[in-house]
């Protein structure tokens, strides 16, 4: 049996143990929390039979647990993933991994010396939807891609951490890294931020964010629009010289759909089989049994590459 302990007793915590069920050999051992109220009410919840642990310290003296997911403020990712790094226990951060590529490279460096499985929880990367897409544009079903456009929003700004910039909100942070993952993902790591605009709230926070990257000497552009103030369509499309992908979705890929020059269908695929976080924690899972410190899915150098986008992005909002 795979073990998982949580560091982090909310909303993500909550969802990751519903997936971490559909998998039947799979379980969460210990929960985390500051408060040893807090994480008793949250495992008796979710998981009655994990140990309520009342301090992250704690975490670290469990035996046998094959995989910390870190759940906490974007704030605090860093401090807790080092701590666990530092006891030789893997870790799976929630994404953004940390509040700077500075962090990031800290990390790295930590779990690089001591032989530790670090990943960060950017679960898109791991939809078969996603890959599958890739395949299509790697066989050049749509040809060279010059254009990304991507929406991703939610009315959620009456959550504390997404105004309260001492938890690491704002649009950005919260919801920004998902385009930015999927313009990385097919444009590669040289892209810049050549525009930036946002609203902000009275605390200094993004309430919305428009970007436009380049890939420079190329062209290609990635262009996406974020906001914690309303509900959007969270739809996508990647347009290439011979065709283009439509992405329902691009937080949690429902549907894909490649369509040739003239516009006609020519292939789709429909989400099945379980949940994204499940197939994240299997691949995490599989890296880990055979000896990886990284995850295919989201090696180390992509998450630094976007970790320098966050540094740059958020310097020019």
């Not at 971490?20 to 051992?29: A, F, H, P, Q």
């Amino acid at each position: 049996m795979f073990k998982i302990g949580i560091i982090g007793c909310g909303r993500m915590a909550a969802k990751m143990i519903e997936s971490i069920r559909m998998l039947d050999d799979v379980e969460v051992v210990a929960v985390a929390s500051r408060e040893k109220t807090r994480a008793a009410k949250f495992a008796k919840q979710n998981c009655p039979d994990a140990k309520a642990l009342g301090s992250y310290e704690q975490m670290t003296r469990q035996k046998d647990i094959d995989l910390v997911y870190i759940a906490t403020p974007n704030t605090f990712h860093y401090e807790n993933a080092v701590m666990c790094v530092k006891n030789h226990m893997n870790v799976l951060v929630e994404k953004p991994f940390t509040m700077s590529r500075e962090e990031a490279d800290s990390i790295f460096t930590e779990a690089k010396n001591r032989g530790v499985f670090v990943c960060e929880a950017m679960w898109t990367s791991f939809m078969p939807l996603h890959k599958k897409m890739m395949g299509w544009i790697r066989t050049g079903k749509i040809g060279s891609v010059r254009y990304i456009q991507s929406n991703l929003g939610y009315n959620i700004e009456d959550v504390q951490r997404i105004t309260d910039p001492t938890l690491g909100g704002g649009a950005h942070l919260d919801l920004g890294v998902y385009p930015l993952n999927l313009a990385v993902s097919i444009l590669g790591e040289n892209l810049e931020p050549v525009s930036v605009y946002a609203h902000k709230y009275s605390t200094g926070v993004e309430k919305d964010v428009s970007c436009v990257l380049e890939l420079p000497n190329d062209g290609a552009l990635a262009v996406s629009f974020v906001t914690v103030a309303s509900l959007t369509d969270r739809d996508g499309s990647v347009i290439g010289e011979n065709g283009y992908i439509k992405i329902k979705n691009i937080n949690d890929y429902e549907r894909i759909e490649l369509y040739n020059t003239r516009g006609e269908l020519i292939e789709a695929a429909d989400r099945e089989g379980i949940n994204s976080y499940a197939v994240e924690i299997r691949s995490c899972m599989e890296a880990i049994k055979t000896g990886l410190i990284q995850c295919p899915e989201m090696p180390w150098h992509k998450t630094a590459t976007i970790a320098t986008l966050n540094d740059k992005i958020r310097r020019m909002i």
